[in-house]
């Protein structure tokens, strides 16, 4: 998040490449800060914390995210993903105690991924964790291969060619 585009001011929210990232259930706000591992880190500053939001433009297959905390209370990490039909497609938690400072890696891999929701959940009014390393891997434009695209000619051909001769 290092081109986050308000150095120190809160945005609705944050496209980089084909992501947009908000604030989840919306009317949120996105802050950038330096975070535990010294680099720019996406904060959701709401009251209670909302977790955070990811949509994908074109799909993906696989995400990555650093979630950290600065030893102010325990919080259940986690990262879900959701499909087009907002069903969920899979989820990962960890459970950082009151005294951790730093960050750890969530991941999850599984196709038709629309977008991804992450953060800390706790009982009480929501817990802020810093987001940073943000990673993801693109559903693969599908190009047939020359030797497909010949093999469909061929059937086409041959079901026409099958056709012709029946009704002759």
Same mark, same amino acid.
């Given at each position: 998040?290092?081109?986050?585009?308000?150095?120190?001011?809160?945005?609705?929210?944050?496209?980089?490449?084909?992501?947009?990232?908000?604030?989840?259930?919306?009317?949120?706000?996105?802050?950038?800060?330096?975070?535990?591992?010294? /680099? +720019?880190? !996406?904060?959701?500053?709401? =009251?209670?914390?909302?977790?955070?939001? &990811?949509?994908?433009?074109?799909?993906?297959? #696989?995400?990555?995210?650093?979630?950290?905390?600065?030893?102010?209370?325990?919080?259940?990490?986690?990262?879900?993903?959701?499909?087009?039909?907002?069903?969920?497609?899979?989820?990962?938690?960890?459970?950082?105690?009151?005294?951790?400072?730093?960050?750890? /890696? +969530?991941? !999850?891999?599984?196709?038709? =991924?629309?977008?991804?929701?992450?953060? &800390?959940?706790?009982?009480?009014?929501?817990? #802020?964790?810093?987001?940073?390393?943000?990673?993801?891997?693109?559903?693969?434009?599908?190009?047939?291969?020359?030797?497909?695209?010949?093999?469909?000619?061929?059937?086409?051909?041959?079901?026409?060619?099958?056709?012709?001769?029946?009704?002759?």
């Amino acid at each position: 998040f290092e081109s986050f585009p308000v150095a120190g001011g809160f945005i609705a929210s944050y496209t980089e490449q084909s992501v947009t990232f908000s604030a989840s259930g919306g009317g949120g706000y996105l802050w950038a800060s330096e975070g535990p591992n010294g /680099t +720019l880190g !996406l904060l959701d500053m709401n =009251i209670p914390h909302k977790e955070l939001r &990811a949509d994908f433009s074109l799909g993906a297959t #696989s995400v990555s995210v650093d979630l950290g905390d600065y030893d102010q209370d325990s919080d259940r990490l986690f990262l879900e993903v959701f499909g087009a039909a907002d069903n969920l497609l899979g989820y990962t938690d960890l459970v950082i105690p009151e005294a951790f400072v730093g960050m750890e /890696t +969530l991941s !999850l891999s599984v196709p038709g =991924i629309s977008y991804a929701v992450f953060g &800390a959940r706790d009982a009480g009014s929501g817990s #802020s964790v810093y987001a940073d390393n943000f990673t993801f891997e693109e559903v693969p434009d599908v190009i047939p291969a020359p030797g497909t695209i010949m093999l469909g000619s061929i059937g086409v051909g041959l079901v026409g060619w099958l056709r012709r001769r029946k009704t002759l």
